[in-house]
């Protein structure tokens, strides 16, 4: 009965542990939270207590087994996290944080617990770091500009060189009333206002219509 008050100890550790990274993940609204990363946690911490001390009367085993299989089912729950919205991979992040967490209770129910509490205080300061307002941590984001302009052969590369891109990622050509017309579809990593994209217009002539897609 002691021995199981102290596994229930590992796996109560575990609770606090979890709770405290699903915590930080709350604060900033992410798919996954609180009761998420606690149950993963201290789900992980029983299955290592039942893995390293509910066979211990058998002649023969290995603990290692039914621990083993904590690491492949975190990885289905992580696949149900991801998801691909509007061009982009939303979850990565998360799913990749749950599945550490996991690791957490893991270290937590085996009874190593300066490990346990050291990679979730690690695991958490990652996490404020990479959401710190830098410059170096930023990922650079791109804006879809559809345009339509005349062309007689020098307007492509002048459309290029005023979008800072080096391709169109889609481009039909027609011809009408003996002119070249292009729409094409580019991405830019430059921002740019309604103002600007006017004043474009009325600088470049050749130019017919821009369309900025900011949803895409």
């Not at 290592?48 to 001390?53: D, L, P, Q």
């Not at 474009?200 to 017919?208: G, L, V």
Request: glycine share 10%.
């Amino acid at each position: 009965m002691i021995k199981e008050l102290y596994y229930l100890l590992n796996i109560l550790l575990a609770v606090v542990l979890g709770f405290a990274i699903g915590y930080e993940r709350k604060l900033r609204y992410k798919e996954a939270g609180i009761r998420t990363h606690t149950i993963v946690c201290a789900g992980s911490a029983l299955i290592m207590v039942v893995s390293k001390y509910g066979f211990a009367d058998i002649m023969e085993y290995d603990a290692s087994r039914v621990a083993a299989q904590i690491v492949s089912g975190i990885g289905f729950l992580g696949a149900g996290i991801i998801i691909y919205r509007k061009h982009e991979i939303h979850g990565l992040t998360t799913a990749a944080g749950v599945w550490a967490t996991a690791g957490v209770g893991m270290a937590a129910g085996a009874g190593l617990y300066l490990v346990a509490l050291g990679a979730a205080v690690v695991l958490i300061g990652v996490q404020c770091l990479f959401h710190v307002r830098c410059k170096f941590f930023r990922t650079k984001k791109y804006f879809q500009i559809k345009i339509c302009f005349v062309s007689d052969g020098e307007e492509n590369g002048t459309i290029k060189e005023l979008f800072q891109t080096d391709r169109f990622n889609r481009l039909v050509i027609e011809r009408k009333g003996g002119e070249t017309v292009y729409h094409a579809t580019l991405n830019t990593d430059k921002e740019y206002s309604s103002q600007r994209l006017t004043e474009i217009m009325a600088q470049h002539p050749f130019i017919r219509s821009i369309e900025r897609c900011d949803e895409s």
